[in-house]
């Protein structure tokens, strides 16, 4: 049930390769952080959060400080602590260009004014919580995509609506339905035998699907600039771009 998060985290341990010691300007940043996280003021670190938090789908992300403090124990568990306070901000921290700055190998990620990013260490609750979602989401599909491995993305264009399962053995499904349809209905379209590839160094990736002559490559965004669609979808016939869409929602 891990397999996204081992994914997720196998990006940023590519971008740790990429990645410099930290720059002196950054250590009050990263020395505050770690004194909030010391301190076991979950009210205090609450407000050094970047919301929404994302976790690993189909877990919900954390969306304020109400639910951030609610669900604390979920993502900050023992491990994930230990970590962070046992932590040396001059030698245990990256930073990485205007991605922001990680802990270790990208298990931790906050922006240059010290706000949580993203983490990528999942808890035994978490686990747990995931492996309830994710046999509550198949049974709300439709029977012929409602056995998967792993559930991995869903996002919505102005015209469609597409999930993205890991099959097992690096092989990922696409499906997709118009905008106004439900998941429980059939696709009206459906791929097996995806690929998965990173983008760059900061955790962006892709997931590429052919259909005869037509290919539908999905880019989604961990780190971005400002503004940047979290997931891209764009499709081709014949090496021709017929169609390119931003992602309104995503549910990664």
């Known amino acids: 049930m891990k397999k996204q998060l081992i994914a997720i985290l196998l990006l940023f341990h590519i971008s740790f390769a990429y990645s410099q010691t930290l720059?002196?300007?950054?250590?009050?940043?990263?020395?505050?952080?770690?004194?909030?996280?010391?301190?076991?003021?979950?009210?205090?670190?609450?407000?050094?959060?970047?919301?929404?938090?994302?976790?690993?789908?189909?877990?919900?992300?954390?969306?304020?400080?109400?639910?951030?403090?609610?669900r604390y124990q979920e993502v900050f568990d023992d491990d994930l602590i230990k970590k962070i306070i046992g932590s040396k901000a001059s030698t245990d921290w990256s930073d990485v260009g205007w991605r922001g700055i990680m802990l270790l190998n990208g298990e931790l990620w906050l922006d240059t004014d010290?706000?949580?990013?993203?983490?990528?260490?999942?808890?035994?609750?978490e686990a747990k919580e995931q492996a309830r979602l994710t046999n509550t989401d198949k049974s709300k599909l439709h029977p012929s995509i409602s056995n998967f491995i792993q559930p991995v993305l869903v996002f919505e264009t102005a015209q469609y609506r597409v999930r993205i399962d890991d099959l097992g053995n690096n092989n990922y499904r696409y499906a997709s339905w118009p905008i106004k349809s439900k998941m429980s209905d059939k696709p009206s379209l459906l791929i097996t035998k995806g690929k998965w590839?990173?983008?760059?160094?900061?955790?962006?990736?892709?997931?590429?699907?052919?259909?005869?002559?037509?290919?539908?490559?999905?880019?989604?965004?961990?780190?971005?600039?400002?503004?940047?669609?979290?997931?891209l979808l764009v499709i081709s016939k014949a090496g021709k771009e017929i169609l390119s869409q931003p992602a309104k929602n995503l549910t990664p």
């Open 114 to 125: 010290g706000k949580l990013i993203a983490v990528n260490h999942q808890s035994r609750l």
């Open 197 to 231: 590839t990173p983008d760059g160094s900061g955790g962006n990736h892709n997931y590429q699907f052919k259909s005869g002559d037509y290919s539908y490559t999905c880019f989604i965004t961990v780190m971005a600039e400002k503004n940047s669609p979290p997931a």
């Open 23 to 70: 720059d002196k300007k950054y250590l009050p940043v990263v020395n505050t952080f770690i004194t909030s996280v010391k301190s076991g003021s979950v009210e205090k670190l609450s407000n050094k959060i970047k919301y929404p938090l994302n976790r690993t789908y189909p877990i919900p992300p954390i969306k304020n400080k109400q639910e951030f403090i609610k």
